[in-house]
Every structure is written in C-alpha cells, then in structure tokens.
C-alpha cells in the first residue's frame, strides 16, 4: 500500500513539474511574441513571397520585378515597395534566392520607417515535382537607426493546371528579443499565370504577417535557361 501511495505521489510531481515547465515555456513564448510586436511598432514586415514549390533547372536563372502595397492598419501604415529577386537553380530539387527590396511609406506625423530589406533564401523541393517546398531564408532589415535579422521557415505547396498555378506558403518570422525566441506567424497567397512556365510568369500575390495589415503584391518572372525546364505546364 505505502509503496502504491508513494508512486502516486511520484507521478503527480512529475507531471505538475511537466505542466508547469509547460505552462512557463508558452508563457516565455507569448511575452516574447508580444514584445516582437512592440519592438517592431508600426514596422510592416515583407510579407509577399512570389513563391512556387517547383525548382529551376541547374543553373537557370530566374529574374522576378515586383512591387507590393498596402492599406495603414493599427500596426501598419500604409506603403509600397519595390523588389528584384533573383533565383538560381543549384540542383534539380534546389535553388537559391537572393531578394532586394526597398519599403517607401508617407506619413504626415514622422513615425514612417521606410527600410531596405535582404534576403538569402535557400530552398529544397521534392524531387518527384509535386509541389512541395521548403525553405530557411536568412532575412535583414536595414532602418535608419536600427537592423533587424530575422529567420523565416516557409513551407511552400503549389498546384499548377494549364496555364496557371496556385502558391500558398505558411511561415514564421524568427527573432530574439532580450534573449528570447519570438515568432510572428505569416501567410501568402499566390496566382500565376503563364503561356509557357518555362520562360516567363506574371504572378498575383496577397501576403499577411499577424499584427500588421495584408498587402498585395503583382511581379514579372523571366526565366534564363541554360536547357529545357524538368517542370511541365
């Protein structure tokens, strides 16, 4: 019986120890999350990602034109950017993407915060060309007065019939905030359009980041190939 009693007791410790680590860790989370929010402010993050889950061929290069805007929101204010991406196909199931981007915003009381933004973004695809992807994209802000790095995992599914394609990509933007782990969830939406995905595609984009306004983003992709593309229209 005593000994009945004492693993009881043994377990209930252990799992009130469980539940409360848990409980400090989602805890640490939120507080972190929210302090991502108050770092960044009116700060409006990229959140149109021009993606597709199927990858170039070895050595093609890809050159993408695109600009985005949105409406002011309580955390956003309303802006535009400019963009030039440039992907390269590594391997058949690889590529690397290289984003340039410049945010202009106008506001009458100051508190615009125009920012370039830098992105290194390596991808994987699966090899069979079923439109899964995933990427880890090294990301930097350039303020004024400030940077702020971010890592963003993205996974990237895309479905393509005739001659157009859908891209939706679910992410997280990473960041440290007084030694803490905050995460802001994002989301895009894409559209493409093409008589021939292997030469060139004009893309629709709607992009949201929590806590700031969606913006929606339009691009033109040319591809510069070096041999016949191994996706199919």
């Not at 539940?19 to 805890?27: D, G, K, V």
């Not at 770092?39 to 034109?65: I, K, Q």
Request: with cysteine; net charge neutral; proline share 4%.
């Amino acid at each position: 019986m005593n000994f009945a009693i004492k693993r009881i007791k043994t377990l209930y410790e252990r799992g009130f120890i469980f539940f409360r680590n848990f409980a400090l860790m989602a805890y640490k989370a939120l507080i972190a999350f929210f302090a991502v929010l108050v770092l960044t402010g009116c700060f409006h993050p990229v959140s149109n990602m021009f993606e597709t889950a199927y990858s170039l061929d070895p050595g093609d290069v890809r050159v993408s034109v695109a600009g985005s805007l949105n409406p002011e929101r309580a955390n956003s204010l309303s802006g535009s950017s400019l963009a030039v991406l440039v992907d390269q196909g590594l391997t058949s199931s690889s590529d690397i993407r290289f984003r340039f981007e410049k945010r202009f915003e106008n506001d009458l009381y100051g508190f615009e915060l125009p920012y370039t933004f830098l992105e290194l973004a390596p991808k994987w695809s699966n090899k069979a060309g079923k439109g899964i992807a995933f990427s880890l994209p090294l990301q930097l802000y350039l303020l004024e007065d400030e940077q702020f790095l971010f890592t963003e995992p993205r996974l990237i599914l895309s479905g393509r019939r005739d001659k157009a394609e859908i891209t939706g990509t679910l992410g997280g933007k990473m960041t440290s905030v007084d030694g803490e782990f905050g995460i802001l969830p994002s989301a895009s939406l894409g559209f493409g359009f093409s008589q021939d995905f292997r030469k060139n595609c004009l893309r629709l984009d709607i992009g949201y980041t929590i806590g700031n306004a969606p913006s929606v983003g339009i691009a033109f992709q040319t591809i510069l190939s070096k041999g016949n593309s191994t996706v199919k229209d």
